[in-house]
């Protein structure tokens, strides 16, 4: 009797380490699953500071008066805009790290982020044409 109990608590312990490892594993992946759904591997990297940046900063940090420096930097924000969004505008996916929210909604306060900018530069009566340095571009209005 003494090694029927035996083997029945080795097969009772190889189950309840089975289930174990079965739970660890379905676990596991609904959460890498979840990562896949909320634009895992989607990011890209950000841009190394190039040229372009290294003029805004000249730009900003010079004597030049302050209107020439808001427009230098309402364009160089604006670009941007254009370069990373999505087609239709209605996202923007900048470089970099990613919340834990989506990509989509990612994209959505990108957009949020920015539309400020540009409601306040047509409120202001300046001219909406924006254009990249690919030759794109958008008329905000």
Not at 1 to 7: T, W
């Amino acid at each position: 009797m003494p090694g029927s109990v035996r083997g029945l608590s080795f097969r009772l312990l190889g189950c309840l380490a089975l289930a174990a490892v079965g739970a660890v594993v379905i676990l596991g992946a609904s959460k890498l699953k979840l990562r896949a759904a909320r634009g895992w591997g989607q990011y890209e990297e950000p841009a190394p500071v190039g040229p372009e940046e290294m003029r805004v900063r000249q730009l900003v940090l010079g004597t030049q008066p302050i209107e020439t420096r808001f427009a230098g930097l309402f364009e160089y924000f604006a670009n941007g805009f254009v370069r990373h969004a999505a087609r239709g505008y209605s996202r923007v996916q900048y470089g970099g790290l990613g919340s834990l929210n989506s990509y989509a909604m990612d994209g959505l306060e990108g957009f949020a982020r920015t539309a400020p900018l540009l409601a306040a530069w047509i409120y202001s009566g300046r001219d909406g044409d924006v254009a990249d340095n690919a030759g794109g571009g958008i008329d905000v209005e």
